[in-house]
């Protein structure tokens, strides 16, 4: 491993700690450049694992994982980078790299479809901040010692909401308001610890958390899921930490009262399946019940190729994962560098999942978790000359839109919902990004 970095796992590798990477010390000067400038701007976090373990550096810049963990020149438009670039370089005062590196970011809708705002539910009128409860048997919850991950990709803004987000000290009056909404709610079946990355708690912290969950008049939340991408940039959590196996412990007592835990793994290519202590880590948690699934947007420069997905599948399936979502990444951050087009990416899915097995076909996709719900792309064709995309709510603000098919005019440009134009009387609102979603199809 890295050396200078084997005791700053949890702290993100900065600017000026970036010499303690030997790899990039080694890397051309235009590359070097590329990730402090790019770096200024949308932060970038790393550690020894996947630096040593996870990047080919002899594929360096094209490779799936080092796109996916290092900043890249695309992220910026040449007048961005060239701003910054040159701020850097005549040295300028902090306050105004930060003046103009904010306004950057400001372009780049940090806050995508008010993501924490919405869907924040309320208990005896007063709002329970870090949760979301957008469809009736789910409840997502954030605690706010899980809010930062191991690692960051690339392509992912989700930091920006939590960053200046205060930590609550005290577990224990979050957990107070998830349990109380809880005992009102026996409509909610799973509880979905996300973040962030959840896993970036220690157990301790963690079982503060979990134990009031497991309470008898919550007999009705019979699923603890943990949405992680530990097992992908961290497997050490599960396997060498120094609290892993009182991970492993906190999960059988899950289990014992006769809940699931459904880990979902944040897994984007299969280079992430394919070391000996990521196998492990699978192999721990499988062995005491716990049951994987696995769920990634489709991201360019990563992911964008049939084969990756369908080597992905294979070797989860192999493992005993239980392929779950593919995603289309969210109109957030360096999004032009790292689209996919809805076509291309359904185009993707479509040659992937035909050369799987069944047991690989458990996975849906494309699939866009957007404001009215998460929108299936099922399908392109011909209907009565017209080209057109054939539409469904897995998930829906109306559980009554589920599974209903509905039509989009085919665009191989668009990248998201509110890019399509409705087809055939396709209820237009759900192509609105300022919608309100009244109930339709009455
Ligand atoms: C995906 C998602 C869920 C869980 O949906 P499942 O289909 O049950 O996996 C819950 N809440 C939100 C906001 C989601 O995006
Ligand atoms: S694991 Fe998830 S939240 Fe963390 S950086 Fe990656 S995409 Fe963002």
Redesign the pocket.
Known sequence: MTEALQHTTYQPVTRTSLSAIPQVERLDRSLRETIEVVSAVFPFRTNAYVVDHLIDWDKVPDDPIYQLTFPQRGMLSDTDYRTVSSLIRRGAPAAELRATVNAIRLRHNPHPAGQLTH?VPELDGEPLPGL?H??P??V?FFPSRGQTCHAYCSYCFRWAQFVGMPDLKFAAKEVDGLVRYLRVHPEVS?V?FTGGDPMIMKTRALREYIEPLLRPDLGHVQTIRIGTKALAYWPQRFVTDEDADDLLRLFEKIIRSGRHVAIMGHYSHPRELSTPVAQRAIARLRAIGCEIRMQAPIIRHVNDSARAWASLWRQGVKLGLVP??MFVSRDTGPKNYFEVPLAESYTIFRKAYSQVSGLGRTVRGPVM?ATPG?VLINGVTQIGGQRVFVLSF??GRDPDWVKRPFFAHYDPAATWLFDLKPAFGAPEQFFDPDATYAPIWR
């Open positions: 869907n979301q957008k469809y048997e789910t997502l799973d979905l779950y979502y978790s998460k897995l998930q």
